[in-house]
Structure formats: structure tokens, C-alpha cells
């Protein structure tokens, strides 16, 4: 006989028998229509989005629907998040010699893609909703900084109107990562809707996916022309076709980041269905919350806005990293998958960031400047008070609500074994 009150780590029986399944949102409601979409574009031999047998303009027609969507003037999809920051930092001119803030708490692909673009990343400090603190951007501004990139952290959108004054009293280019956070709003408007020039990723752990993929937008016209060029070796076909010597005088060498048609026509399908995806995740998530939110113990980030957060993600804070680790792993052991964010760690703890390691000579482009960058574990205390407490639970649309009562079990049953 098992102990149903013993917790699953310590050989009890587990709330689930059969795990919960990761949470991948937009793969989780994947079916006919992403499976006819792509099929539609295989039929008609056309997986290239300039030319073809008979291009269905798929990767077009969803650059449309998501400026339709978010309401801005100009979308450029990509092959993924990290092109989608590369392209935008350089369709901004951002580059060697120039500073580009990030908040402590992002996905490395935020910091990498600024040393990518030949800039450096320097770090800032987030507050208790786990995304930048709008107070330490004026603490990290020198005579180096240029841009700004806030990333709405799983689901939770950024305090943009804080971030955007202080952002235009320093004179930062914003650089929206919507990449956790597609569909997220903050007082009404959404996320990837307040900077210059806003990046979004399809990658499977997103809201909506298509394994690989992402897209800039912005509705300044130089802005997403620079942007078209980059992403396709300088070109802009739709203006003046291909490989034209008539280009204006401003063009530029670039790379190739454009998306293929196979992947426009499933994002295209999983585009029309990011606000059921929402609207799904974010029941799943406020029922679970609700009824857990009496525990001793037991906190959560703040969600800057809980109307407009995309549900993606229920993060728990405990009182220190101790409890936190053994709370993850007794969750995970009862059935629900939990994990943390980044090691639990702010993220210029990766050895290559912190130890500033390129793959260029002389550690490029960090040998830009007439001082040494300097990154030290302390810099950003407010990270290391809440990263490593936490415990995150993905939410996936299609839990079920004997799902949220399992989650729910669970969560109490830990609890009353850990947090005493
Ligand atoms: C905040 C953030 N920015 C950028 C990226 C990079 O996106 P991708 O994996 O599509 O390159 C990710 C996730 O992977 C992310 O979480």
C-alpha cells in the first residue's frame, strides 16, 4: 500500500500516475488546418516565398494578418526570435561601440543577438514581476547606450509606459521581445505595439509556433526597409526585384533570414487561433491561481497587468532557492512538470556572456570601447532575490480542468509538506 499523503519523491503514490504533458501552446492545438496548410504548399510545389511553380504567398499573407492583428504598419516574417533581434538591431543601426540594455531575467538569445549584431548587452535589473524595472534604466544608462530591449517575461507584459518615458528621456531605440509573450497587452495595447522596431518567435515553446520561425514589425517605413534588406542580402525585391544595381545609395550588404512558404502557411493557421490559445491558458491558469492562492509560503511574480496577461505561465515564488529546488522536484515528481527560468540564475551567469567569450578576435565586439566592460555576479541583486525561488508551471490550452484539479492537488500536497 502506498501513501496518498506521502509525497511521490519520498515513495508515496502520485497525484498522477501518467504525467501532465509539457505545455507547447500552439503545437498543443495543432490539427487539420496547419496539416492542410502545409500540405496546400507541398501540392502546389511552391515552398519559396519570391518565386515558384504557383507561390500561394502564404509567408505574405501572414505578414498581412499580423499587421491586421496587432495593428501596426509593417510585419517582416523571419526564420526565427533570435533573426527577428538580429534583424531588428541592425535595421536600427545598432553596432559596434553602442550599449543595448536587457533586462537580468531573458532567454539568451536576447544578449546574444546584441553581441551578434556587434554591440554589447548590459544588464539590468528587473523587479518583482520578473521583467525590467523601469527605476534601474537610468542606473545602467552611459554615453555608449543607443537601444533598449524589454521582453514581456512568459506572458506577463512589460510596464511600457514607464519603460517607454524613460526610454525617450535617455534617447533608447525600444526593441520590444515579444518572443514569451505574443498576444499579451498592457492597458489595452499589445505587447510589441510600443516600440520602434518589436520581435516575435514561432519556436515551439511559444504561444503560437511553427517549430522555427518569428517576425519583426513596426510602423516606421525606413525602419522595416532596412529590415527587408538585412534579412535577404540587401535586397528588396518587392521595390526594385532582384539584384538590382539601381538600388538607392543607402543599401547595404545582408544576411538571409527569410521564411519559407511551408512555414507562412502554418503560421498563418496558428495565427488565427492565438486568441483561443489565450483565452484557453489564461481559465486554465486563474483557476489554478484562485484556488491556491491562500497557501502560506507561497507567492507569485506580480503580473503588471492581469487583463492583459497571456496565461502562458503560472510562476510560484518560494521563501528561498532551498525550498524552491525541492518544491520543483516534488512537483515534477507528482506528475506536474516544473522548472525554472535560466538556472534560476540572472542570465549573465552563462559562462560565455559573464566570461564575455565571441567567436571573433579579440572578444569583438566587447573591444569596442575606450573602458573595459565589466559583468559581476552581484550587478543585479533583485534577480538573485526572486530567479531563484521560483518554480514555473508552462499552462498548455488544452488542460483540462481534471488537469487544474491535479495541479491544484499537487501544488497543496507539497505545500503542506514544505511549506510549514
Ligand atoms: C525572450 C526570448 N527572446 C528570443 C528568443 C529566441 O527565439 P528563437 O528560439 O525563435 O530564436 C527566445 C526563445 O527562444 C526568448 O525566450
Redo the contacts with the bound molecule.
Keep these: 500500500m502506498t501513501d496518498k499523503n506521502k509525497l511521490a519523491i519520498h515513495g508515496g503514490e502520485p497525484v498522477r500516475t501518467e504525467p501532465l504533458h509539457t505545455a507547447y501552446p500552439g503545437a498543443d492545438v495543432y490539427g487539420e488546418e496547419e496539416k492542410r496548410a502545409a500540405i496546400e504548399v507541398i501540392e502546389n510545389q511552391s515552398p519559396y516565398r519570391y518565386y515558384g511553380a504557383n507561390v500561394l504567398g502564404k509567408v505574405k499573407s501572414f505578414e498581412n494578418m499580423f499587421s491586421e492583428k496587432f495593428g501596426n504598419n509593417h510585419t517582416l516574417a523571419v526564420t526565427?526570435?533570435?533573426?527577428s533581434?538580429v534583424v531588428a538591431l541592425k535595421a536600427a543601426g545598432i553596432g559596434p561601440g553602442d550599449k543595448v540594455i536587457v533586462p537580468a531575467c531573458?532567454?539568451l538569445?536576447?544578449p546574444g543577438a546584441v553581441v551578434v549584431a556587434g554591440a554589447v548587452p548590459v544588464f539590468a535589473d528587473i523587479d518583482d514581476s520578473m521583467n525590467i524595472d523601469p527605476d534601474a534604466i537610468g542606473k545602467v544608462v552611459d554615453k555608449y547606450t543607443k537601444a533598449i530591449i524589454p521582453?514581456p517575461i512568459l506572458g506577463n507584459p512589460c510596464q511600457m509606459d514607464r519603460i517607454m518615458e524613460e526610454s525617450k528621456k535617455h534617447n533608447l531605440i525600444v526593441i520590444e521581445?515579444v518572443?514569451?509573450s505574443c498576444g499579451s497587452k498592457y492597458k489595452g495595447k499589445y505587447s510589441g505595439t510600443f516600440g520602434d522596431i518589436n520581435c516575435f518567435?514561432?519556436?515551439i515553446?511559444k504561444i503560437i509556433t511553427t517549430g522555427?520561425g518569428?517576425a519583426v514589425t513596426t510602423n516606421d517605413p525606413k525602419l522595416y526597409e532596412r529590415a527587408v534588406r538585412y534579412h535577404d542580402q540587401g535586397m528588396f525585391r518587392e521595390k526594385e526585384g532582384f539584384l538590382s544595381k539601381d538600388a538607392p545609395d543607402d543599401v547595404f550588404v545582408g544576411q538571409n533570414y527569410r521564411m519559407s512558404e511551408i512555414t507562412g502557411a502554418v503560421a498563418l493557421e496558428q495565427l488565427k487561433k492565438l486568441d483561443s490559445i489565450i483565452e484557453s491558458m489564461r481559465k486554465v491558469k486563474y483557476s489554478i491561481k484562485n484556488q491556491i492562492k491562500d497557501i502560506n509560503g507561497l507567492g507569485f511574480r506580480t503580473i503588471n497587468d492581469e487583463a492583459g496577461d497571456s496565461g502562458n505561465s503560472l510562476i510560484l515564488l518560494l521563501p528561498d532557492a532551498e525550498i524552491a529546488a525541492e518544491f520543483r522536484k516534488a512537483l515534477t515528481a507528482e506528475g506536474i512538470p516544473t522548472g525554472f527560468l535560466y538556472n534560476g540564475e540572472p542570465i549573465y551567469m552563462i559562462p560565455q556572456m559573464m566570461k564575455k567569450k565571441t567567436v571573433d578576435r579579440n572578444n569583438f565586439p566587447f573591444d569596442q570601447f575606450d573602458e573595459e566592460i565589466v559583468y559581476t555576479r552581484d550587478m543585479c541583486p533583485n534577480s538573485w532575490n526572486i530567479m531563484p525561488r521560483s518554480a514555473n508551471i508552462g499552462i498548455s490550452p488544452t488542460y483540462t480542468e481534471k488537469d487544474v484539479d491535479d495541479i491544484v492537488k499537487a501544488i497543496r500536497k507539497v505545500a503542506a509538506h514544505l511549506l510549514k
Design positions: 526565427s526570435g533570435t533573426a533581434l531573458t532567454f538569445a536576447t521582453v521581445d518572443a514569451q518567435s514561432l519556436q515553446n522555427e518569428g
